[in-house]
């Protein structure tokens, strides 16, 4: 899903390095993208029976998903790029 939010950025910002300095719009973009993608993925899986939840899971009202795995994806890109900027800027 990190590589689909990339890709979405690439043909957003038609910059194909635009992960290692994403500015405030890159990060919008990984945050809304991420938690649109893990909405569409859990609401589907939980939908088709593909997995489900305890009664520990915490899920967001209305949406009836998991708060975890949607925050996962929320956070993951975002880390995900600090990572690469970093490891990019020691070459």
């Known amino acids: 899903m990190t590589l689909i939010i990339f890709w ?3 043909a957003v910002f ?3 390095q635009w992960i290692l300095n994403p500015g405030l719009k ?3 973009l990984m945050l ?3 938690l649109l993608l893990a909405v569409i993925v859990e609401w589907n899986a939980l939908r088709t029976g593909a ?3 305890d009664e520990q899971m915490i899920t967001i009202p209305i949406l009836g998903v998991g708060l975890l795995p949607v925050l ?10 600090l ?3 970093g490891m990019w800027r020691k070459r």
Request: glycine fraction near 14%; aromatic fraction near 14%; avoid cysteine.
């Open 8 to 10: 979405i950025g690439w």
């Open 32 to 34: 809304a993208v991420g």
């Open 72 to 81: 996962q994806m929320v956070v993951l890109p975002s880390a995900t790029a």
């Open 51 to 53: 997995w489900g939840y």
């Open 26 to 28: 890159g990060y919008l």
């Open 14 to 16: 038609r910059d194909s």
């Open 83 to 85: 990572l690469l900027q």
